[in-house]
């Protein structure tokens, strides 16, 4: 059965049909074996044709990943607010951006199975990874570099990075601001969790999910969550690469628990997708998050105001589905959420090349106190 057909990229999914497609889930796929057959099971890596996985690619993104020296303050890595011996995010509300600002405005994803999503950004408003890189490091606010040729310009300073460059791409001048997110997306594809408690039930171990758990996934289904959070990074219902798939948040803000929830977690304000398409249909549309390691991820939402899985669960309820969940009801979702807690790769610290004799970052206290100043 393919989900494909009832929903297209790129539009908001009516509500009114949700219960329409669930009916036709269950009559296309009468027992939870085959509604659970392989577009569930934890899928591969996609790897674009115009930029290889190589080991030399992966290391080199890897240092770049880590090294504070892309940001104008020279202290913010990519790993500051993507934590990769952790769960990929720093588990704030809102992370501190360069210089130590406050406004960075939405809560942090995390990197891992980022490689998976169809488009990045709570917006959607880049379509590859290697798009999605060059936008932290020149964003203001949270890496600060004033363009890309600056990155470039304090790279090639750095004597361990002409030779790695060259290796790995080669050519007359290849440290370029496209290779430097070429780069960063390879060691991103390798960032993957597979294997969780769920995906070793599907796989066939009935032992790997409690009975909670169990139950928790046959609610989730019943209750409509998965019209929303499909396919096997419950997420997406198969848009292909670089079309994203989004929802209305809060979608049932007339629903009187939801509009409680709104009141008390600040869950409006940001206008989504509408930012980037300018069109009024797009007001409070949002990519739909993955659930793989959502356990981990505290907190909930791109507001970042809920700070744990069943609260975040009971307002998904109310302001998506109209529903108010019993205690049991929560416990058990969140139960199944847990088993989607994959396993994460073992990362070693890279060593970053280094200046001999000298630093790049002279002027970082002027420029902080410019920055103070503004
Ligand atoms: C100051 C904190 C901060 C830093 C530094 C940072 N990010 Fe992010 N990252 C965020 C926030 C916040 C978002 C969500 C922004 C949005 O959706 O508008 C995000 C989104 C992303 C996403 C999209 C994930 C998704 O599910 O949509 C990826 C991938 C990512 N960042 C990778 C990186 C990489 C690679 C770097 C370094 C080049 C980096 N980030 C540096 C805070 C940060
Ligand atoms: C109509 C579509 C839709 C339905 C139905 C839906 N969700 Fe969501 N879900 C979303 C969207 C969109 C977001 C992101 C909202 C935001 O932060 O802007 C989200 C976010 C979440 C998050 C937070 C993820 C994170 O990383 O912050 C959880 C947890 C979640 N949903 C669980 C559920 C559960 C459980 C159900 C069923 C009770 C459900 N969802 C039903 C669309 C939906």
Known sequence: MSEKNYFSGDRQMNRSRIPAILALIFATCATSVAWAASPYAFPRVAVPADNPMTPAKIALGKQIYFDPRISLSGTVSCDTCHNVAGNGTDNLPLSFGVFGRVDVPRNTPTVFNAAFNTVQFWDGRAKSLEEQAKGPIQNPVEMGMPNGDAVVERLKQIPGYQKEFAQVFG??????????????????????????????YMKGDKKALNASARAGMKLARSLGCEACHAGPMFDNPGTAMGTGAYQKFPAQPGYAACAKYVQQYHLTGDDGRFNVTHNPADKQLFKVPTWRNVALTAP????GT??????????????????????????????????????FPKETLPRLPETPNTTLLMGVPDLAQAAQKK
Do not use: H, W
Not at 186 to 199: A, C, G, I, M
Not at 310 to 335: F, G, W, Y
């Open 171 to 200: 050519g007359k001048d290849p440290i370029t601001f496209d290779n430097v997110a070429a780069a960063i997306a390879t060691f991103e594809r390798t960032l993957v969790t597979p294997d969780s408690p769920y995906d070793q």
């Open 306 to 343: 809920v700070g744990n899985l069943p609260d975040a669960v009971r307002i998904m309820a109310a302001c998506q589905l109209s529903t108010t969940l019993t205690d049991k009801d929560v416990n058990e979702i969140v139960a199944f959420l847990n088993s989607l807690t994959g396993k």
């Open 300 to 303: 909930y939402f791109n507001y």
